[in-house]
């Protein structure tokens, strides 16, 4: 997606950030035990979105440790501050910072950077890991996510397949960039080696999200995702059963949801 794409998509990460934080808490809090931020330490958060895995840092980092939540979109940062304010985070600044220019910090001076579901936007990731490495202290730690394959992404795939199919959507052109584009195994390892990290980890963390209910499900992908945000369905109702039936196996007997997800993680020492 695009900045203004970004930027038009900020209201909706806001008003759903509670249960995408839920649902995705074990990827934060593996990203923050392989980091572990300590007290007076600077934790920067790339790509912050609504900065919600840096704000798990803040605490840490106290007394004397400063966050610094970051994001390329005005619209996101805005978001990010009226959520630490809710939170009552204090020891946190906001900057803008684009992955693909320079990044305008000091080098050897951030303790631990995060960046989750970002890099692997990017069409020149490892541009973006070597500024990543370059300002990071000496033994300083950097821990990342990327998303599996779409395959193993039904919760934000399988909407987009079927619009595809229905003609709703136009196909993903293929591109260096994209949600699943460090999907197949081995790809995150390379381009941490691409950019010079020599010590690092990845592991596969799957896990559901959960949904109140099929129409849930689909406000919450048009909220949060481009494409669905800018699909025209004809018919609503046989579009809600269209989804029905493509997520049978993961329906509860409530009606909820809880369709699988799956993130590489990785971390790396600087």
Do not use: K
Not at 12 to 31: C, L, Q, Y
Not at 75 to 101: C, P, T, Y
Not at 125 to 133: D, K, S
Request: charged letters at 25%; one cysteine or more; a negative charge.
């Amino acid at each position: 997606m695009t900045r203004s794409d970004w930027a038009e998509m900020a209201r909706g990460w806001e008003s759903h950030a509670d249960a995408f934080r839920r649902a995705t808490m074990p990827v934060a809090a593996w990203m923050i035990d392989h980091t572990a931020p300590q007290a007076g330490q600077t934790v920067l958060e790339l790509a912050a979105g609504v900065g919600d895995t840096g704000f798990l840092a803040a605490e840490l980092v106290q007394p004397g440790g400063t966050l610094i939540t970051s994001d390329v979109v005005p619209e996101m940062l805005s978001a990010a501050q009226r959520r630490a304010e809710a939170l009552g985070i204090r020891n946190v600044r906001f900057r803008q910072i684009d992955l693909s220019q320079p990044i305008d910090i000091e080098a050897a001076s951030i303790d631990v950077v995060l960046c989750r579901w970002a890099y692997m936007l990017l069409d020149e990731p490892e541009h973006a890991l070597r500024e990543t490495r370059r300002i990071l202290r000496p033994g300083g730690r950097v821990a990342l996510a990327a998303w599996t394959t779409a395959e193993e992404n039904p919760w934000s795939a399988l909407p987009t397949r079927l619009l595809v199919e229905r003609g709703i959507a136009e196909p993903v052109e293929p591109g260096p960039g994209g949600q699943f584009a460090w999907g197949e195994e081995g790809v995150v390892a390379e381009r941490l080696e691409d950019a010079g990290f020599v010590e690092y980890e990845v592991e596969a963390i799957a896990f559901p999200v959960r949904y109140p209910s099929v129409a849930g499900w689909w406000e919450r992908a048009r909220a949060m995702g481009r494409r669905a945000h800018d699909a025209r369905i004809p018919d609503e109702q046989e579009w809600l059963d269209a989804l029905r039936d493509a997520a049978q196996d993961w329906i509860e007997d409530d009606g909820s949801l809880a369709i699988p997800a799956r993130t590489w993680v990785a971390a790396a020492t600087g």
